[in-house]
């Protein structure tokens, strides 16, 4: 019994984000290049000053250097789990996720976050005994 030429492999395909209006109920309407550019925007941000990013993101994420240098240059975007370590590692990257799914709200709760835990500082420092309550040590 021989198989017909035309049904021995799998359709190629499915390496892409949904389009816009694509069936899926989704109004994701970012593609593939847009959404390399924006992880590698976060990258170079959040790593500006380092010297040898590419090693850094390797040991963060096991990845190949020459596989990060492709996600810092923008040419390819990291795959879901290389994706999720590098949210757990860069505040940027996480803020650029968060941005393209459209959860700006959440990009404010560790601001938030922040400023409370400031706030409890400055009252602690205000309510240390021994400073004088003038404006001058305040300003």
Known sequence: MSFPKKGKSFPKGGKSFPKKGGGGGSDFSVDDHAFAMKI????????????????????????????????????????????????????????AILSMADRQDLLLAPKVEDLRRKVFELAAIIGEPGRSSTRSHIF
């Open 40 to 95: 590698a925007s976060a990258l170079t941000s959040e790593l500006r000053d380092r010297n040898s990013r590419a090693k850094l993101v390797a040991g963060w994420t096991g990845a190949n250097e020459r596989t990060v240098k492709n996600w810092i240059l923008g040419r390819y975007a990291p795959c879901g789990r290389h994706l999720v370590v590098l949210a757990q590692h860069s505040d940027q990257v996480l803020n």
